[in-house]
């Protein structure tokens, strides 16, 4: 079954992807809420 939507999920997946490259450089962090700060800075 195929379905069509009206919009896409490109910025979902950009951001994914840039978490993706910030989580091997977690050492940086040095606690979660530092880290998780990061990603909503995106």
Request: glycine share 0%; proline share 2%; charged share 25%.
């Amino acid at each position: 079954m195929l379905v069509e939507l009206s919009h896409s999920n490109t910025k979902l997946e950009a951001t994914n992807n840039q978490i993706k490259i910030i989580k091997p450089k977690t050492f940086i962090f040095r606690n979660f809420d530092n880290f998780k700060t990061r990603i909503l800075m995106l």
